[in-house]
């Protein structure tokens, strides 16, 4: 696979993710950095989305329940280039039955190289970066080059 490069602008595009037993960590990591988040645009699965819109008036663009295809969908948007960071608190102590969506949103993160937290500690060392203020070039998939050469075989 070849390369290009995108531009992760100065205002991120960033998603919160946050499995049931993990709500209430994301939901007090919202609100210690909500000056910093409140500058960006945030989308969320559901009933995170609206936890966070509803105790902090940042506006939050949510999809569906994570369950209910939320996480395809937040998947979905990063593929298409429009998430440039995920915060996803995931259980990883307890199953989830939309455990593969779960694999999905990770897989689908990694291919299109944008920063990821799956806790609290890499969530602050993002939102700390010098990174996180600046537009940022990445590295990504050539996909429509990938295609071309796809069509030709």
Request: net charge negative; with cysteine.
């Amino acid at each position: 696979m070849e390369f290009t490069t995108r531009t992760i602008g100065k205002q991120k595009h960033i998603a919160l993710v946050a499995h049931d037993h993990c709500k209430n960590m994301l939901m007090k990591w919202v609100d210690k950095n909500v000056a910093e988040l409140s500058q960006h645009t945030l989308y969320a699965t559901g009933t995170t989305g609206n936890l966070v819109q509803r105790n902090t008036g940042i506006e939050v663009k949510s999809m569906l329940s994570g369950p209910m295809g939320g996480d395809q969908q937040v998947g979905a948007m990063i593929a298409e280039g429009k998430i440039d960071l995920l915060i996803f608190l995931w259980d990883p102590l307890n199953a989830v039955p939309h455990d593969p969506d779960v694999k999905a949103l990770l897989r689908l993160a990694t291919v299109w190289n944008i920063p990821v937290a799956t806790n609290l500690a890499t969530a602050d060392f993002l939102i700390a970066s010098p990174l996180f203020k600046e537009e940022v070039e990445i590295s990504i998939p050539d996909y429509q080059n990938y295609l071309l050469s796809r069509l030709k075989a």
